[in-house]
């Protein structure tokens, strides 16, 4: 019994640790050259609430369904990925949008940069609130 406990304990620090590091790259990116990046994101999103363009509105992106917008008309695939936007699966998505949501109809190829995303990420997070 004591050892399925410490193996619990042991379980429970490794995810928590896991999850600290998962996030640090995005707390270490640079939200001014994520601004600069997202210049390129901005053709098709806009962060202010209900404005949505080619590409939905990224306002309140974080802890948001994929496809959950009302009033933007997305690709059943997103619909149906069952994705939460976090920083994790933001970065995933904008590394290769097909690879992670296939038949997706967002024209990106990805930003395969990890630093570059971090930076992305990093602004998202301030600009989205």
């Known amino acids: 019994m004591m050892t399925v406990k410490i193996a619990i304990a042991a379980l429970g620090l490794t995810l928590q640790g896991l999850t600290l590091f998962g996030g640090a ?16 994101c901005a053709a098709c999103h806009k962060l202010e609430a209900g404005i949505n ?16 917008i009302a009033d933007f008309r997305y690709s059943p695939a997103i619909k149906r990925s069952g994705i939460t936007w976090t920083p994790d699966t ?4 904008i590394k290769e949008p ?10 990106y190829a990805g930003l395969a940069d990890p630093a570059a995303r971090a930076d992305l990420v990093a602004y998202l997070q301030k600009a989205t609130k």
Do not use: I, T, Y
């Open 25 to 40: 790259a995005f707390a270490d990116g640079d939200a001014a050259k994520g601004e600069a990046k997202f210049q390129e």
């Open 98 to 107: 097909q690879a992670m949501v296939p038949a997706n109809r967002m024209p």
């Open 90 to 93: 933001l970065d995933a998505f």
């Open 53 to 68: 363009n080619v590409g939905p509105s990224l306002h309140g992106v974080f802890g948001r369904k994929a496809g959950e």
